[in-house]
């Protein structure tokens, strides 16, 4: 049974930072490409950031560019959402998902796995 389980959100004023965490197990899960989603109330989920399985390739949404940054550490099962300036529209539910490539992607339906979802909340 694979597992996905997000950690790190929380409330937080703009400008301000959280880091995201994503723990993964279970199944047959073998060097997967992973990536960041999210989906704020009332709209379509959207594409955060994505990482390769050796991390040498990631690709973000234009919106985080330079604010957001995604890694990994493979020997701990563990990705990363280092998110700073973070604005009240970075507001919205986080999902960590992953692939049975070890390629990044930024669409979700070519992830086979994904989190339970955290709340990131940014007050203006």
């Known amino acids: 049974q694979v597992q996905l389980v997000e950690s790190g959100g929380g409330l937080v004023q703009a400008g301000g930072s959280l880091r995201l965490a994503c723990a993964y197990s279970?199944?047959?899960?073998?060097?997967?490409?992973m990536g960041w989603f999210r989906q704020a109330p009332g709209k379509e989920r959207e594409f955060v950031a994505t990482?390769?399985?050796?991390?040498?390739?990631?690709s973000y949404a234009d919106s985080v560019k330079g604010r957001f940054t995604i890694s990994r550490e493979n020997a701990k099962n563990t990705m990363y959402l280092q998110m700073n300036s973070l604005k009240p529209e970075d507001t919205a539910v986080y999902y960590c998902?992953?692939?049975?490539?070890?390629?990044?992607?930024?669409?979700?339906?070519?992830?086979?796995?994904w989190g339970q979802g955290i709340q990131v909340t940014v007050s203006s």
């Open positions: 998902a992953a692939r049975t490539s070890t390629l990044t992607s930024s669409a979700g339906e070519e992830y086979a796995y």
């Open positions: 279970g199944g047959t899960f073998s060097r997967p490409g």
């Open positions: 990482i390769s399985w050796s991390g040498a390739y990631t």
